[in-house]
């Protein structure tokens, strides 16, 4: 699920913290949310690092501090810098437990935030706990429809998933889209990617066929909103490969992991783990298909590609492609 990168913040400063200051700060916390949303992931953890700087500069709020600290540790998530994400949203966490305590909305957020990376990082234990956490405390102090809410409750949905709790999962997902779809406006790639996630739990529960046509919906959704070639269009693509494998549609499964392939090669590169995990995948349907020969190398390859990215990010063999492999 893809991470809440912005939390509403009421600008409170002091008079001795200069408004162009704050106008700068603001200008460029968009612009890195404006960049990420056009998948270029280096301007926008450039201009988050400069809106970082502005904020620790200035003498803004302890919140608009925690703001940015999030900002930048969603992006390094998004370019598979796993440890600098974490580092990031460890350091938000402090900052917001000094201005809001521990059982605050933002804090609740942030910690969402965390709680979805040790997931993408394949540490389910410590991620379903985190986020099992954060839900609680969301809902104490958030409406039931909110997008916060909705995207904890992905996320832990994720998880469930994964440990083949597929009732609790589905119920998650089904309360997240609800939620999403209530605000149509406001959040159209989470509704994508959520009606995804129920198309790969309805393979989970041995109903692939029926799943297909959410999963299609879910890429169709998502392509139109952010464009042909984002990065979030990836794990889509990947899990419409693996369904379409299922039903024996093997020539769209080629077509589908081949389009997933060709975006991680342009937009995230070979470090990211990603990418590694995805050709994996595609070794398999290589395998299944009766291609041995390209299917060695495309493992090799993948294999490498996980190990590197795994000393870059910290994540070590942590690493898990289980969830692309839904």
């Given at each position: 699920m893809r991470r809440r990168s912005v939390f509403t913040l009421v600008i409170l400063f002091s008079l001795h913290t200069a408004v162009a200051q704050v106008?700068?700060?603001s200008q460029a916390k968009l612009l890195g949310g404006r960049l990420r949303d056009l998948g270029d992931y280096a301007g926008s953890l450039s201009a988050y690092r400069q809106a970082l700087l502005l904020a620790e500069q200035s003498g803004v709020s302890k919140r608009m501090l925690a703001s940015s600290l999030n900002d930048l540790?969603?992006?390094y998530c998004d370019?598979?810098?796993y440890r600098e994400a974490e580092a990031q949203y460890t350091r938000a966490l402090d900052v917001l437990e000094t201005a809001e305590?521990?059982?605050g909305g933002h804090y609740a957020t942030v910690l969402s935030n965390l709680g979805t990376l040790y997931l993408q990082e394949g540490r389910l234990t410590e991620g379903e706990a985190t986020l099992r956490t954060a839900l609680e405390r969301q809902a104490k102090v958030l409406p039931g429809d909110d997008l916060d809410l909705a995207a904890t409750r992905s996320s832990l949905a994720q998880s469930l998933l994964r440990r083949k709790q597929n009732a609790e999962g589905v119920r998650l997902l089904e309360e997240a889209l609800a939620a999403y779809e209530r605000h149509p406006d406001e959040s159209p790639m989470e509704a994508a990617i959520t009606l995804g996630n129920l198309g790969v739990a309805r393979r989970l529960t041995k109903r692939n066929a029926e799943g297909i046509p959410m999963l299609e919906r879910a890429a169709r959704d998502l392509e139109a909103e952010m464009?042909?070639?984002h990065p979030v269009l990836i794990p889509s693509l990947n899990n419409l490969a693996t369904a379409y494998t299922l039903e024996r549609r093997m020539e769209d499964a080629a077509g589908a992991f081949r389009r997933a392939l060709s975006?991680?090669?342009?937009?995230?590169?070979a470090e990211h783990p990603t990418y590694g995990m995805v050709l994996l995948n595609y070794s398999e349907f290589l395998k299944k298909t009766g291609q041995k020969k390209e299917a060695k190398t495309a493992e090799s390859q993948a294999r490498a590609m996980l190990k590197a990215s795994g000393r870059r990010s910290g994540a070590g063999m942590t690493v898990d492609a289980s969830a692309f492999r839904r």
């Open positions: 106008v700068e700060w540790a969603v992006i370019m598979g810098q305590g521990r059982y464009g042909p070639d975006i991680c090669e342009r937009k995230l590169g």
